[in-house]
């Protein structure tokens, strides 16, 4: 529909030029009718945090292949993205947003302002102390790289996706790496520690010290970090990359009275409209890392740190904006991450978290190869598939292949409350290159199956 001009417009404000600011603003712009304006703390606009890692790690050439968008693409669009802009407070009963001393009226908001570091107290570098890094912006992207290239010592500390990704991308450089976890096993959040000991032996095998059970003590060194503390010991380290886990940004959002969830993030309702004391607000929309979500194997409350979702999230404003009303629901969190020659995968729930929530599983871990055991190229492959009363609540998948398809198969299987007989049942396909001639899915789906008490062998 061609526009009658500027004033039948409604302003749309969107806080954060992340993976849900910029898709928003850009399907919004194609379907809608908004003067839109994007205001992001960040210096560059649309890039891949997702593939900073593999940058650091040498298969990307350089981080300017990671921006999928530059400022002039939104300019042409005709929407106005002020970068280096950080929204101070916004007033949510006169629709105002403030940057810099600058008041900016909103008909609409987005509120997508993601996560930040989180550092625990302990290990907060003095001002001073420099080669302390954490990983969220392609500049911190863009400095750890630069650190790497004259780095002898790098220790990594925290062994979640980011971390492990990381610790291959600093021993892949040659770079001497010690990865140090707080708990026993890698990964923890994603997948339970049997399967977390094949990341571990395979990070080994790549020149990555691993330690867990330990969290680090201090940081020590004068000008630029010398070492770290573990327990009593000093372990010598010239570059330092916390990466303990994020938190939802969320100060803008609590500062104006939007409610905040035991998650720490924003609380909405299905169409992701922000809850304050007067209700749901129809104008202010929240999506992305900043929002607590529902789960849908346990039902409780969390925060998905997943691009996928943010993207998501993205598609279901844009769809209330345009007055196509379209609810979020619960979600399985489906995760992979590309961990040097080994594809690591989850969805639905862990073993830790079906015990933190009081329900029983039972789980099957069949082990198999991507490809019939004589083609070239085969490699192994883990699938440990988990259920409560027979229905299946969580999968996780290694293998050198094919583990991102058996993910998001595995996703929809969840969502849809497949039980263990149906997976029995499975149909699968096959041929040489590609395959076994019986998953191994179904070897996984077997071995449960023989746990039950009482199942017919
Ligand atoms: C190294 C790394 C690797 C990752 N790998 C994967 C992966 O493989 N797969 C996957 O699914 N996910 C991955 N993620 C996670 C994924 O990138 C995030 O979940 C996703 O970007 C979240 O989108 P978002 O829009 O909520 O937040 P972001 O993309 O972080 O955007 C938030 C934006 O808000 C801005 N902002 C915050 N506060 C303000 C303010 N007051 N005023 C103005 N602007 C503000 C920030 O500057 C930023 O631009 C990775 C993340 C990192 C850091």
Same mark, same amino acid.
């Given at each position: ?11 749309? $404000?969107?806080? +954060? =030029?992340?993976? #849900?600011?910029? %898709?928003? *603003?850009?399907?919004? !712009? ?5 003067? /839109? ?119 990594? $500390?925290?062994? +979640? =996706?980011?971390? #492990?990704?990381? %610790?291959? *991308?600093?021993?892949? !450089? ?5 990865? /140090? ?277």
């Amino acid at each position: 529909m061609h526009s009658t001009g500027k004033s039948d417009k409604k302003k749309l $404000i969107i806080v +954060g =030029g992340g993976a #849900v600011g910029l %898709a928003v *603003a850009t399907s919004v !712009k194609r379907h809608g009718n908004y003067d /839109i304006t994007i205001f992001s703390s960040d210096s560059h606009a649309a890039y891949s945090q997702c593939g900073m890692p593999f940058v650091i790690s040498g298969e990307i050439k350089d981080f300017q292949s990671l921006i999928l968008r530059k400022k002039d693409f939104f300019r042409e669009m005709g929407i106005d993205l002020r970068l280096n802009t950080t929204v101070k407070s916004l007033d949510l009963e006169k629709r105002t947003v403030v940057t810099k001393g600058e008041k900016h009226h909103f008909d609409k908001l987005v509120i997508a302002t993601g996560g930040r570091s989180a550092v625990p107290d302990n290990l907060k570098p003095k001002d001073d102390l420099k080669n302390v890094f954490t990983l969220r912006t392609l500049e911190d992207g863009m400095k750890i790289d630069k650190a790497l290239e004259s780095a002898k010592n790098v220790v990594i $500390i925290g062994g +979640g =996706g980011i971390g #492990v990704e990381i %610790a291959i *991308a600093s021993a892949k !450089k040659g770079v001497k790496t010690l990865l /140090i976890n707080r708990g026993s096993s890698l990964l923890s959040h994603n997948i339970d520690p049997d399967m977390a000991d094949i990341v571990q032996e395979h990070l080994e095998s790549m020149g990555v010290n691993v330690i867990t059970g330990e969290a680090p003590r201090a940081l020590n060194g004068e000008d630029i970090v010398k070492s770290v503390t573990i327990s009593e010991e000093e372990f010598p380290a010239d570059t330092v990359i916390i990466s303990t886990g994020t938190d939802p940004e969320i100060k803008l959002a609590s500062d104006a009275g939007i409610e905040i969830g035991i998650t720490g993030g924003i609380i909405t309702n299905e169409y992701l409209q922000a809850k304050t004391d007067r209700g749901y607000d129809q104008d202010v929309y929240c999506g992305g890392e900043c929002v607590q979500l529902q789960n849908l194997v346990t039902g409780t409350p969390m925060i998905s740190q997943l691009a996928s979702t943010a993207r998501r999230m993205a598609g279901v404003i844009r769809n209330n904006l345009v007055s196509k009303p379209t609810p979020f629901g619960p979600i399985v969190n489906p995760w992979v991450g590309a961990i040097g020659e080994l594809q690591v995968g989850t969805v639905g729930i862990t073993s830790k978290e079906a015990k933190k929530h009081g329900i029983d599983i039972v789980s099957g871990l069949a082990t198999g190869t991507t490809r019939a055991g004589y083609f070239p190229g085969s490699t192994r492959i883990f699938i440990k598939l988990l259920f409560s009363n027979r229905i299946l609540v969580g999968a996780q998948v290694i293998g050198g292949e094919g583990v991102k398809e058996r993910i998001d198969g595995l996703s929809l299987a969840i969502r849809k409350k497949t039980t263990l007989d149906e997976l029995l049942n499975l149909e699968t396909c096959y041929t040489p290159p590609l395959s076994m001639l019986v998953d191994p899915l179904t070897f996984a789906a077997q071995g449960a199956h023989k746990k039950i008490p009482g199942s017919k062998k």
